[in-house]
């Protein structure tokens, strides 16, 4: 297998831990941002949940078994790629809450496979997800922290290397943050949060503590480092292709690496359209295990894109 295609992840010219290095100018953040840990991580937030705001979305989704080879990511067996609809308005209290639904095009024997997602700003309530399973005919909640009952799904997007928790927003007061420094990461001037999980938070989540690169012009995160419990690095998120789209800075290609499987995951955006009319009755269980009702939905949908 030759090396993955630029079009879905960075050529790696040095060996894999060399491409996490930022050269460390100050400890100091705040003296040059005037914001604290907390304020920066609340305005990456809120710059997140901005690509959430009534969108359409068509996403193509690559998993494979990588290795290096002369310094270069590449696919050892072949990649499986899915291309994946999805549609997400933001709701509750100011706008904070977001409910998506995401249904598989492709591959042909997947198609109609979806999901179906509500994301709580509030600490006291717990997200929900459920997947409706077309082979089955059977809709089933999907386990969104580590010790979830044997009812639940795996917390995998499809499959792939991105868990339910990697794609959360808010819940700001269930972490820790702190500025481990600052520095240029690809050109830009970047802060390092380290975020840590509150005891009460940590019980539901995979991760120890987690270290996100921000960019902070434009507070998209270029980079994030995930640990286990033990403090052992166990996934990295690179995001690439940084374009503003209807005056919203986002990523359209956010690449996902599992270090303890050796798999990653891509997710590149192909198309994205805002301000689109999504009718709450859509993002509901219904639209998962209902076919016509569905596709009567999602033709609406893509009559409205530009």
Same mark, same amino acid.
């Not at 999504?278 to 893509?302: C, H, M, N, V």
């Given at each position: 297998?030759?090396?993955?295609?630029?079009?879905?992840?960075?050529?790696?010219?040095?060996?894999?831990?060399?491409?996490?290095?930022?050269?460390?100018?100050?400890?100091?953040?705040?003296?040059?941002?005037?914001?604290?840990?907390?304020?920066?991580?609340?305005?990456?937030?809120?710059?997140?949940?901005?690509?959430?705001?009534?969108? /359409? &979305?068509?996403? #193509?989704?690559?998993?494979?078994?990588?290795?290096?080879?002369?310094?270069?990511?590449?696919?050892?067996?072949?990649?499986?790629?899915?291309?994946?609809?999805?549609?997400?308005?933001?709701?509750?209290?100011?706008?904070?809450?977001?409910?998506?639904?995401?249904?598989?095009?492709?591959?042909?024997?997947?198609?109609?496979?979806?999901?179906?997602?509500?994301?709580?700003?509030?600490?006291?309530?717990?997200?929900?997800?459920?997947?409706?399973?077309?082979?089955?005919?059977?809709?089933?909640?999907?386990?969104?922290?580590?010790?979830?009952?044997?009812?639940?799904?795996?917390?995998?997007? /499809?499959?792939? +290397? #991105?868990?339910?928790?990697?794609?959360?927003?808010?819940?700001?007061?269930?972490?820790?943050?702190?500025?481990?420094?600052?520095?240029?990461?690809?050109?830009?001037?970047?802060?390092? #949060? +380290?975020?840590?999980?509150?005891?009460?938070?940590?019980?539901?989540?995979?991760?120890?503590?987690?270290?996100?690169?921000?960019?902070?012009?434009? /507070?998209?995160?270029?980079?994030?480092?995930?640990?286990?419990?033990?403090?052992?690095?166990?996934?990295?998120?690179?995001?690439?292709?940084?374009?503003? #789209?209807?005056?919203?800075?986002?990523?359209?290609?956010?690449?996902?690496?599992?270090?303890? &499987?050796?798999?990653?995951?891509?997710?590149?955006?192909?198309?994205?359209?805002?301000?689109?009319?999504?009718?709450?009755?859509?993002? &509901? *269980?219904?639209?998962?295990?209902? *076919?016509?009702?569905?596709?009567?939905?999602?033709?609406?949908?893509?009559?409205?894109?530009?």
């Amino acid at each position: 297998m030759g090396p993955l295609s630029s079009k879905y992840i960075y050529s790696l010219a040095t060996p894999i831990l060399l491409v996490f290095v930022l050269i460390i100018t100050s400890i100091d953040v705040n003296a040059k941002t005037n914001l604290s840990a907390r304020e920066i991580a609340e305005l990456a937030d809120e710059s997140r949940r901005k690509t959430t705001d009534s969108a /359409f &979305t068509k996403i #193509i989704l690559t998993t494979c078994k990588y290795g290096i080879s002369s310094g270069k990511l590449k696919c050892a067996k072949k990649a499986r790629i899915k291309v994946v609809e999805s549609a997400q308005v933001n709701t509750g209290l100011n706008n904070k809450d977001v409910k998506s639904i995401a249904i598989i095009l492709e591959p042909a024997n997947e198609r109609g496979i979806g999901m179906l997602s509500f994301t709580y700003d509030d600490s006291d309530r717990d997200n929900e997800t459920w997947i409706y399973l077309s082979a089955l005919g059977k809709v089933k909640r999907m386990s969104t922290s580590s010790n979830d009952d044997e009812e639940t799904e795996s917390a995998s997007l /499809f499959g792939t +290397e #991105i868990t339910i928790e990697d794609q959360e927003t808010g819940k700001l007061d269930d972490y820790s943050y702190k500025i481990l420094g600052e520095g240029k990461f690809r050109g830009r001037s970047v802060a390092i #949060i +380290e975020s840590t999980p509150k005891p009460h938070r940590l019980n539901k989540s995979r991760y120890g503590k987690t270290r996100s690169w921000i960019d902070l012009d434009r /507070f998209i995160t270029l980079k994030m480092q995930m640990f286990d419990k033990n403090k052992k690095p166990i996934k990295q998120l690179d995001a690439g292709k940084v374009e503003k #789209i209807n005056d919203i800075w986002m990523s359209r290609s956010l690449t996902f690496m599992n270090l303890v &499987t050796q798999r990653l995951t891509n997710m590149k955006i192909e198309a994205i359209n805002f301000n689109i009319n999504i009718e709450p009755s859509f993002l &509901t *269980q219904r639209a998962l295990t209902d *076919q016509a009702f569905r596709e009567k939905y999602l033709i609406d949908l893509r009559g409205q894109t530009k």
